[in-house]
């Protein structure tokens, strides 16, 4: 009987795989999740200096390296551990992908090996984890480094659907404590804040602001329906959906709100 407590308690200690449809609900999650806070500056870190990122030839072109770039250590499993000690319970992991996929849009081996080093540590502390696309709808023009814009004639359907199925299959199995968000702030072809054209001379173009919520709502679809298609626990993850920018649309100092 003592060897069957142990055995218990010893398997206890290691995230068993839930079924999808022992899945908690996300109103759940919120509430399971607690405080959060975000591992920046980090996996999303990208911007090679002295390379042209305009280049058509650079998707891809950074390596491993990139996650220190921006000034900050590499992660660690105790890193995430201390906040676990601390009383967070939910860890976002952005994450920039252009730099790491090729022209084709498949995500290198070793990039996505080590993303998936990172959401074992969290998920290894008992703590929720938020995987996003992030810097890849980056506030500029250029079609590599903001290849992810609010705007329709610009819907980049393919990589974008192949993007989230390469991510989708690499965790299908993962339990709840892993969420998926479709994409950070993406902006339209002003790099609106606020809401779409809010940066355009006469600070609202309908037309336009159209297109970019068409966008939104078509991104949208395709990460549900792309993550929804790889089965196993993918089809009930909690998945995250941001609106235009990720702004809340709340207040009255402009009607446009609403929008």
Known sequence: MRKFIWLVLFLG???????????????????NMKVGWNLG???????????????????????LESEVRWGQPKTTYSLLKMYRDAGFGAIRVPV???NHMDASGKVDAAWMARVKEVVDYVVGNGLYCILNVHHDTGADSN????????????????????????????????????????????LDTYSS??????????????????????????????????????????AQRNLVVNTYGACSGEGTWNEHLAD
């Open 143 to 186: 079609s590599h480094t903001s290849w992810l814009k609010a705007d329709i004639t610009y819907y980049n359907r393919q990589r974008f659907e192949y993007l989230w199925k390469q991510i989708a299959e690499t965790f299908m199995d993962y339990n709840e404590h892993l969420l998926f968000e479709s994409y950070n702030e993406m």
């Open 41 to 63: 500056n980090t996996l999303d870190a990208h911007g090679e200096k002295g390379k042209d990122v305009s280049s058509s030839s650079y998707w891809g072109q950074e390596g």
């Open 96 to 98: 920039t992908w252009y």
């Open 193 to 234: 804040w606020c809401f779409a054209t809010f940066a355009s001379p006469q600070k609202y173009d309908a037309t336009v602001a159209a297109s970019a919520y068409q966008a939104i709502n078509s991104y949208a679809q395709s990460f549900v329906n792309t993550v929804r298609a790889t089965g196993g626990n993918n």
């Open 13 to 31: 200690a290691f995230q068993l795989p839930v079924s999808a449809a022992d899945f908690e609900t996300a109103t759940q999650a919120v509430a």
